[in-house]
T-cell receptor
Framework: QQQVKQSPQSLIVQKGGISIINCAYE??????FPWYQQFPGKGPALLIA?????SEKKEGRFTISFNKSAKQFSLHIMDSQPGDSATYFC??????????FGPGTRLSVLP | NAGVTQTPKFQVLKTGQSMTLQCAQD?????MYWYRQDPGMGLRLIYY???????DKGEVPNGYNVSRLNKREFSLRLESAAPSQTSVYFC????????????FGPGTRLTVT
């Protein structure tokens, strides 16, 4: 049972453009929303995370926007670079439960 | 500081064979996890160990067993491999179970023929 929906499945962006990946959830008990980045042949690594008490968190070129009422959150990558080409997973966690991951978005940034 | 290490990196098994995937972490983390990753499915939790001496089932535990050997090591065993277990397996660890970053190993690519 997929509790976190993620779109798009794949995304192609020109260098310098903005990449946007969206996630939606149903479980209102979720209280921690991390994003993981995975390069081919590697394990996922935490990119940025947010808790529902804030609507936005920015770290460098990466921003999470969180809409609690809509039960949606998104990752924005500004000034996308070829080195950002990877698969991105959103995830959610509720206290006492385990992480639930979205199915992933494969991002390709063209030079 | 190697982080999370996994062995082997690749493995091919015949249906019915058994094997153990090894995982170790050197970050003194309390919690450890085993995930499988399949195309279009994201990461699905097989088993986890919230602390040394405890293990619990995750979302997809059937066909697997685990052992938390000590605080550092957490192994995953396939007793009788099936083609449906062809996947990439990741071990992860975190300082504690809730609201902490999970650190992932490099993965084991397993093919069952």
């Amino acid at each position: 049972q997929q509790q976190v929906k993620q779109s798009p499945q794949s995304l192609i962006v020109q260098k310098g453009g903005i990449s946007i990946i969206n996630c939606a959830y149903e479980n209102t008990a979720f209280d921690y929303f991390p994003w993981y980045q995975q390069f081919p042949g590697k394990g996922p690594a935490l990119l940025i995370a947010i808790r529902p008490d804030v609507s936005e968190k920015k770290e460098g070129r990466f921003t999470i926007s969180f809409n609690k009422s809509a039960k949606q959150f998104s990752l924005h990558i500004m000034d996308s670079q070829p080195g950002d080409s990877a698969t991105y997973f959103c995830a959610a966690e509720a206290w006492g439960q385990n992480f639930v991951f979205g199915p992933g978005t494969r991002l390709s940034v063209l030079p | 500081n190697a982080g999370v290490t996994q062995t082997p990196k690749f493995q091919v098994l015949k249906t019915g064979q058994s094997m153990t995937l090894q995982c170790a972490q050197d970050m003194n983390h309390n919690s450890m996890y085993w995930y499988r990753q399949d195309p279009g499915m994201g990461l699905r939790l097989i088993y986890y160990s919230a602390s040394e001496g405890t293990t619990d089932k995750g979302e997809v535990p059937n066909g697997y067993n685990v052992s938390r050997l000590n605080k550092r090591e957490f192994s995953l065993r396939l007793e009788s491999a099936a083609p449906s277990q062809t996947s990439v397996y990741f071990c992860a660890s975190s300082e504690a179970r809730q609201n902490y970053e999970q650190y992932f190993g490099p993965g084991t690519r397993l093919t069952v023929t």
